[in-house]
């Protein structure tokens, strides 16, 4: 799918590595909803669809969904040395703070408030994976699928991960490549009216 240029790209490796770094710190534990509001809404190196189909693809991608999506992105900008800055922005900042909590922690694992900021923090995650999520479904209104069959998606996704409790892996791989195959056939499709008209 072609989308409108993003209004602005990094400067530099530097600005590369530093932005990502400063992501990396923000959303420690999980970053997706920080990257979608600093990469689209602050920095605007990439536009809303983008960066829903950036993120597609850095999930299906082995390892964390972030990093994938900052290799990715500083390949496209910089090559194999923006890819390199993006990823050591990403890893330098959290490793020095997991490092010093691992070191405290020692201390303090058996005392019930660090207990109970532990599972507060498994909620704090949730919601802000969920608010994004509800950000970014803006965006499915120009993807080929529509809104009603993204949704139906979806929801068989929740319901067959969620309540039935199937194993991640397949519902991804039978619903992903339904999805996958259908958005083929919608652009098939699409490409075939626009070529009659």
Known sequence: MSHPSPPNTPRSRADLFWSFNWLALQGFGGVMAIIQRELVDRKQWLTREQFVEEWAVAQTLPGPNALNLSIA????HFGLSGALAALAGMLAGPLVVVLLVALL???????????????????VAAGLV????????????????????????????????????????WVLLVLGSLSCTLTYIRLGQQAAAKGRS
Do not use: E, N
């Open 130 to 169: 969920t608010a994004t999520g509800l950000r970014l479904a803006s965006a499915l209104g120009k993807h080929p699928l529509g809104w009603p069959l993204a949704a139906c998606i979806a929801l068989l996704a929740f319901i067959a991960v969620a309540l039935l409790r199937w194993p991640l892996v």
């Open 73 to 76: 992105f500083g390949a496209r």
């Open 105 to 123: 922690y020692a201390d303090l694992a058996t005392h019930p408030v660090a207990q109970g900021a532990l599972r507060g923090m498994g909620a």
